[in-house]
C-alpha cells in the first residue's frame, strides 16, 4: 500500500514539473504570437563577448530593427565601422550595396572571382533571419524546460539548439556547418502586460575556424520597444526588389 502511495506521488510531482513547464513555454509562445500580431514593434540587438576572448572576431554590431504587421522587416545592422541596411517580406528581401540596392539572390552572387565577398555573406545570412517574434518562439521550444523566478521565464537550451545557434552564419551553399563541442547554453524572457518586451541567451562552445580551435561565448540580447505605433517605410528602389 505504501508503495502504491509513494510511486503515486512520483507521478504526480513528475505530472506538475511537466504541467508547468509546458504552461510556461505556453505563455512565451502565446506572448511571442500577440507581439507579431501587433501593429508593428521595433527592437535592438546587442552581442556581448567576454573581454579578450578570441570569440570576439565573431561578434556583430548592434542591429536594430522594425517590423509592420503586415511582415514587412527593416533592419540596420553595423558591421565594423559600416552600417548595413536591409528590407525584408517572406522569402524576398533587398539589401542596400555600393550599388544601390540589390535583391537577396542578386547580392548573394559571388563575385567575379568566384569568391564571395561581405555582401554576398550578408545576403545569404538574411535569407534565414527570424524577427524577434519569431526567434522568441523558437527559442522557447529549444529550451530543456523553463522556469518562472524574479520576473523572467528562464532555462537551459538544448545541446543541439546550442549547436545550432554557435554556428549559425553565412556559409557557401552545400557547405556544412563546422563541428561545435562542449556546446552549453541558456535562454531567458522577460513579458510585459501578456505581450514579449525582451529576451536573452547565451551560448558557449568550440569549433574549428581555419584550422584553430576556437572559443565562442555570446550573449544576444534582444529589447524590444514601441509596440504598436512602429512604422516601416520602404523606398522605391528597394520596394522593387521585393516584388
Request: charged share 30%; proline share 5%; net charge positive.
Amino acid at each position: 500500500m505504501k508503495r502504491n502511495i509513494v510511486l503515486g506521488m512520483v507521478v504526480f510531482l513528475c505530472g506538475s514539473v511537466l504541467a508547468a513547464d509546458s504552461d510556461a513555454k505556453g505563455e512565451i509562445k502565446s506572448a511571442a504570437k500577440k507581439l507579431a500580431a501587433a501593429n508593428g514593434y521595433s527592437w535592438k540587438t546587442t552581442v556581448e563577448t567576454p573581454a579578450g576572448g578570441r570569440g570576439n572576431r565573431f561578434r556583430p554590431g548592434p542591429t536594430e530593427g522594425q517590423a509592420a504587421k503586415d511582415g514587412t522587416i527593416h533592419l540596420s545592422m553595423t558591421r565594423g565601422e559600416n552600417t548595413i541596411e536591409a528590407y525584408l517580406k517572406g522569402d524576398k528581401g533587398a539589401l542596400k550595396t555600393e550599388d544601390g540596392w540589390k535583391s537577396l539572390s542578386e547580392a548573394g552572387e559571388s563575385d567575379g572571382g568566384g569568391q564571395p565577398n561581405p555582401t554576398t555573406f550578408m545576403a545569404r545570412m538574411l535569407k534565414n533571419y527570424k524577427a524577434p517574434a519569431a526567434e522568441a518562439e523558437d527559442l522557447a521550444d529549444k529550451a530543456k524546460e523553463l522556469k518562472s523566478e524574479d520576473g523572467a521565464y528562464s532555462g537551459d537550451l538544448t545541446e543541439e539548439a546550442v549547436k545550432q545557434l554557435v554556428a549559425r552564419g553565412p556559409r557557401r551553399p552545400g557547405a556544412e556547418p563546422p563541428e561545435v563541442a562542449d556546446a552549453k547554453g541558456s535562454v531567458k524572457f522577460w513579458v510585459k502586460d501578456g505581450v514579449l518586451s525582451k529576451y536573452e541567451y547565451q551560448v558557449k562552445g568550440k569549433m574549428s575556424f581555419n584550422g584553430n580551435d576556437v572559443e565562442i561565448n555570446r550573449t544576444t540580447t534582444v529589447a524590444i520597444k514601441e509596440v504598436g505605433s512602429t512604422k516601416v517605410e520602404v523606398p522605391e528602389d528597394a520596394k522593387k526588389k521585393l516584388s
